[in-house]
Each structure stands twice: as C-alpha cells, then as structure tokens.
C-alpha cells in the first residue's frame, strides 16, 4: 500500500535552514526563518523564562496529565494577555499556534462553516490548516508587493461579492506575516461592519503581540472587534512573544454572549484535541503561567520583549533608508510592524543572492527583519542594491 504514495513536497521555508547551514561563506545571512534573533544573531531564552523555569523545576510536584482543556490558570492569564481582563470565552490549550488555528478550523466545521477567506500573501502554512480540517480557501489579493500597499478595497469588495453567511474570515491580528502591512482603523472597522452585517465569523490569528508597537496597543484592534462581534474565534501562540517556539504553546479561545453557548463550544473544542492528541503539553503553558502571574516575571519579560521590538523597529529604519533608493515604496519597511517585510524580488534575484552574497531569504522574498544586525545591515542593503537593480 505504501508504495502507492507520491512524495510531499518539502516546505520550502523549512528547506532553506539546511542550504543556509550548507553555505561556507563566513559573511553569511539568514533572513527566512521566522524567529526572533538579537544583535549578536541569537534566539535567546527570556531571562524571565529562564526563572520561571528554574521554579517550576523547584516546586513541580507530577507529571501526572494536565486534563484535556489543559492548565485552566495559563488559559485565563493568556487570554487576559491577548484580549484584556473581563471577557468571557470558551478557551483550551493547544499544541502551538497552528494547534489553535487547527482546533478554531474544525470547530468551524463544527458549527457549519464550510469556508474560510484569507487574504494573500499571508502564512504560508494557513492554507494547509484549514484544508486539512476539511475547509474551502478562498482567497483574494490583500498585499501589492511594488508599491507595499494593502489591497483594503479589493478585501472589502471580495467580502461584500463572495462572502455568505456563516464564511469564516481570518484577520491576522498584529505584525501581519509576510508582510508586515498594517491594516488602519478604518479597515478595522470596515471590515467588523461587513462580519455583522453579513454573519461572518472573524478568526483572529494573534501570533506576534508585543512586536509591532508594543504589548496592549498590539491588541487594541483586536479587542475592538471582540467589543462588537459577539460570535468568534481567537487562535494565540505564545511562540514568539515568549520565545517557547519549541515548547508549543498556544490557546485557542471561542466567543458568545451566552454561557451555555460557551459551554458547548468549550466541550468541542476539548473533543477535537482529545481525537487528536488527548491533553496538551504542560511546560510552556506552566511557564506562561508563572510569568503572567507574577508581577516580578512579568516586568521582566515585558522588559525584554520591548528591546526585542525596539531592536526591530530600529532595523526596520536602517533598511527602508538604505532600500528607498531602489524603490520608493520600500520607504514602508519604515513603518510596517512585526518580524516580516516582502521584498519586490522575482526568483532569480533571490537565488542570486544567496549564491553570490550569502543572502537567505525564501522565493516569496520574505525577509525577516530580526535575521539582521547592525553589522550586517551596511552589506545586506548594498548586496540588495547591486542585485535588486
Ligand atoms: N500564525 C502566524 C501568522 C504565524 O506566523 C505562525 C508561526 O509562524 C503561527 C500562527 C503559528 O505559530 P506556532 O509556532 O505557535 O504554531
């Protein structure tokens, strides 16, 4: 039976590790992965995850299953990070990020839907997700990459021409990856009013709070639409805000105003991960947990989490100077937010790139802003400028 498999095809964002790893020249770059890196090119432990741990390790008293909704004190301190204190959702742990989009899909399902609308580019992985529990993509242009607009208007009117009642519609919620774009509060609230006017269902995908302009003010269009959509869903990773990329730690929440309703939700959302993988992992929730609810931690964390973003932003300036002079447009690396920007490179540049200068990015042209430090900046932006042109 077996033998009757085609290959997959590798991810091509996985496969570029190993080529940038296979790469002898000393003055090499990876922009593609997408983790944060410090100036000196390092994904560092957060101190403050590092003594949170050091506690848990001290007072752990078993290992003995964490239940299937998972560590309940993680749920409500991460969903008081994510949409602020006083909202009630139906919310359980899940493996990552992806587990939170994977458990929001089928609950989607679930619930009727049958389609989800997302707007291209945006991760490469979402797609897949929804896919795999059984949803329709549909997709329309959200990001020109020449001139580093977004496409509101074409979101807009693919909504108002396509979408149905009950559709799914996935909005990243800050640091849109790959490009950085940043949707206004008029886009915000266009887009809120097409959800009640048309029954949509908002799934907001929060992978990166903390990293465009800092922790609340990252959420605030996200807990807007929570204030006035009453039915959706919220899929949080913990991965890059708390640097426990490995850890797989993540949340999935679901609203309704009705606490029977909440209910229901929350005993699907436990039946889809426990057909799946039956109780979630415990360190990175119990670490997110220690630190959230301790105020010592939390300063702590949230202090290192600023410089992260400072350190981006700052790289953001060096490169949208040193590019403006190949395109104008690039002047918006400036105030895009989050870890990703997209260049305007076809595929050959990007390959000449990596051959000649040792400059790794995918073929999509993602760069990932935290991949540079200000001794490779100078390089980076002239190897652009001599390729690019
Ligand atoms: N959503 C977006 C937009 C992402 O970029 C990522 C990871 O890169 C995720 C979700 C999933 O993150 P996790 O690693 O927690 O599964």
């Not at 949230?302 to 700052?314: F, V």
């Amino acid at each position: 039976m077996f033998e009757t498999l085609t290959r997959e095809a590798d991810d091509p964002l996985l496969a570029l590790t190993p080529l940038f790893k296979a790469d002898p020249n000393p003055a090499k770059v990876d922009l593609g992965v997408g983790v944060y890196r410090d100036d000196l090119g390092r994904t560092p432990v957060f101190r403050a995850v590092k003594r949170a741990e050091a506690l848990l390790l001290e007072t752990q008293e078993t290992k003995a299953y964490v239940g299937p909704e998972g560590d309940l004190a993680f749920i409500e301190a991460f969903w008081n990070f994510v949409a602020g204190e006083g909202r009630d959702a139906a919310g359980v742990q899940t493996v990552g990020g992806t587990g939170a989009l994977r458990l929001a899909a089928e609950l989607l399902r679930r619930s009727g839907s049958s389609r989800i609308f997302l707007g291209t580019p945006t991760w490469s992985n979402h797609s897949a997700i929804f896919q795999a529990a059984g949803l329709s993509v549909v997709t329309y242009p959200l990001f020109d990459v020449a001139s580093q607009n977004l496409l509101a208007g074409e979101m807009m009117s693919t909504l108002a021409d396509r979408a149905q009642p009950g559709d799914a519609v996935l909005l990243h919620a800050s640091c849109h990856n790959p490009t950085g774009a940043v949707m206004d509060d008029a886009t915000w609230a266009a887009v809120t009013e097409m959800i009640l006017r048309k029954g949509l269902v908002p799934l907001l995908d929060s992978a990166y709070q903390g990293f465009g302009t800092g922790i609340e003010s990252d959420a605030a269009p996200l807990r807007r639409l929570l204030d006035q959509v009453p039915e959706t869903i919220v899929a949080a990773s913990a991965s890059k805000s708390f640097g426990l990329y490995r850890e797989r730690t993540g949340a999935v929440y679901a609203t309704s105003p009705s606490p029977a309703t909440r209910d229901k939700l929350k005993s699907h959302l436990v039946t889809v991960g426990r057909g799946s993988y039956s109780m979630p992992p415990d360190h990175g929730a119990a670490v997110v947990r220690t630190i959230l609810t301790d105020p010592e931690l939390r300063e702590d964390w949230r202090t290192e989490l600023d410089e992260a973003r400072q350190r981006i932003t700052a790289m953001r300036a060096i490169l949208a100077e040193g590019l403006s002079p190949l395109s104008p447009a690039l002047a918006a690396i400036a105030t895009q937010q989050g870890m990703f920007s997209l260049l305007p490179l076809d595929e050959r540049r990007i390959i000449e790139l990596r051959q000649r200068s040792g400059i790794y990015m995918p073929l999509s042209g993602r760069i990932n802003i935290a991949g540079l430090n200000s001794g490779q900046a100078p390089g980076v932006i002239a190897a652009l400028r001599a390729h690019a042109a």
